[in-house]
């Protein structure tokens, strides 16, 4: 079974600055971590791995300084990191990430392929159903339990608003994973003599075939217009005094509006 | 670009049984049909002598600015029961739709007619309406195939759909087929007076700030919105409006819902449903602290939310949080004790009627967003508040 797990870093802390001219993220000089969803991902990909055989690739989309997130990936017991970066990628937005992410999966090839829900810096969770249409394969969200994998098929258990639905898919497909769905482990000390040995790979545009006008700010639909602060609620009332003759006006205002 | 057969014209001849070097077409009830093995080759178009198999062009698959006309709600149902998330949008998409002076129309896939009925009388003028039962389940590859089918028929110029697990899977499957824009979680929709872009407005980059975004060139432009996040619109029984039913083709699926496993855990089912909550952050410092919280929401019949802060400090259980991870509520009263107000709580909340921030910090977010603001410890207000409310409620 080949296994591509696709993990993304972001930054760590809420210290994000944005380019005022392009509207996007700045994400140079802010410390990074592997988004916390995609170690679900992870180790997804290693218990599959575990069953079935085969082996898992982590695949990024970043700076080089991303693979500082595939070496982490690899300590945790993945076979091979693969970081794709290019200038041509930057200002990407998720259809323009997706379609990079698709060319590069099929470029590395794969029977099941594996997303994080979603970013903790963007939320938007769009990535992984977006590259299964690429691929035109299908794909299932949101999962929560693993129930029974075979060469041509996999049950899954996909978490719903009122409960789950157990699903049956053909492979290859591309599921999304929940936080439920397992307790990523540690890097072991075997592991990390591995990732500070590794190669990771490097692709670039032209390495899996990408037009050129599909990706980055060129081939992202969306744009950010602008970042603004919430702004105060219009009919905002802030009371004064101690606390008791705060309560007391409170009570009254709330009583006022037959609201107790 | 696809072929088809005329049923009417055939006579089951055979004759371009031979034809086709991929064996994709097969004699069923005596007439000739095209199956999915076929590769578009078009050779068997010039052998039939009854001129019965044709190329059926389908339009472009990406639309640009200027071509689209129309809001488009995608109705949601889930067991034949229309979510109420469908007429929130609705609501929104009718103010959208008259500031395009543009007709407002709803997609529905599987449910009743009487289901599309309703959609008209909370603001529909048009229902399309598949009653296939491929729809029964949720699949996301003929959801997504029909959806991008009808959109490239009839061409709307805004798509809204549900944030639900639903929503949120197949929408991005129709928005990389259509290669437009999709926006997720916007906590408001506007339209630029100058451009006539739809004004996407979502919570963003984990801090205390919103973005606007805007999808210039392609079309349709398309945004998912959270449960109880907009307001429904009017519900008018003698509004009347037009039902097209659609029939859907070549609908495939590489996955198939085996089980449906209910489950509601009734703490969130009150959270959403709940008239007032009584919700606690970080401020409360710990299970102590947030006795207080539980003893004011008793007091007040009030369901007990927390923020994530809370519930990753394992004061509380997850299924109280509230926030763009926990639930999106809407009650009539929202009390947020010792909740500083990161924007991913305040997308959870801010619809609610009335807020009232209780915090220490006068700088705090929360206070951005409140109906009533108190600056105080929550140690000594929350004990004076539940005492108050128990004399006022004669308990």
Known sequence: ?260 | MFIKIDRDKCTGCESCISSCPYDAILIREEKAEITELCQMCRACLSVCPEGAIAEVREPSDEMEKGEGQGVWVFAEQRDGVLAGVSFELLGIGRNLAGMLQADLSAVMFGASDADARELIRWGADVVYHCPDPVFNAFNDEPYAGLLSELIKEYRPEILLAGATPIGRSFIPRVAAKLKTGLTADCTSLAIDAETKDLLQVRPAFGGNIMATIVCPNSRPQMATVRPRVMKRGVYDESREGKIVVIHGEHLRSGTKVKETIKEISEVSVNLQEANIIVAGGRGTGGEKGFQLIVELAEALDATVGASRAAVDEGWIPYRHQVGQTGKTVCPKIYIACGISGAVQHLVGMQSSDIIIAINKNPEAPIFNVATYGIVGDLFEVLPVLTRRIKEVKGR
């Not at chain 1, 990523?184 to 990408?210: F, V, Y």
């Open chain 1, 1 to 260: 079974m080949k296994i591509v797990v696709c993990i993304k870093q972001v930054p760590d802390t809420a210290e994000v600055r944005i380019n005022p001219e392009t509207n996007t993220l700045i994400r140079e000089g802010v410390q990074s971590i592997i988004k916390p969803y995609d170690m679900h991902a992870i180790e997804a990909g290693l218990q599959i791995r575990e069953k079935t055989g085969g082996s898992v690739t982590a695949l990024t989309m970043g700076p080089p300084q991303a693979e500082t997130a595939l070496r982490e990936a690899i300590s945790m017991g993945v076979d091979r990191g693969v970081l794709l970066t290019d200038r041509a990628f930057a200002g990407s937005d998720t259809w323009a990430t997706a379609y990079a992410l698709f060319k590069a999966i099929a470029h590395i090839g794969a029977d099941i392929i594996i997303c994080g829900k979603q970013a903790i810096d963007g939320d938007t969770a769009q990535v992984g159903p977006e590259i299964a249409e690429f691929l035109g394969i299908p794909h299932v969200a949101y999962i929560r339990k693993i129930e029974d994998i075979q060469a041509n098929s996999i049950v899954v258990q996909r978490l719903m608003d009122e409960g789950s639905d157990v699903v049956e898919s053909s492979l290859p497909v591309l599921l999304t994973v929940v936080r439920e769905l397992n307790s990523p482990r540690l890097p072991s000390l075997k592991g990390k003599m591995a990732a500070k040995k590794a190669e990771i790979e490097k692709l670039a545009a032209a390495d899996i075939g990408a037009e050129e006008d599909q990706l980055g700010l060129r081939g992202s639909p969306t744009q950010v217009k602008n970042i603004f602060a919430p702004g105060v609620k219009k009919d905002r009332r802030m009371l004064d005094g101690p606390a008791e003759v705060q309560v007391d006006i409170l009570v009254k205002e709330l009583t006022g509006l037959k609201c107790l």
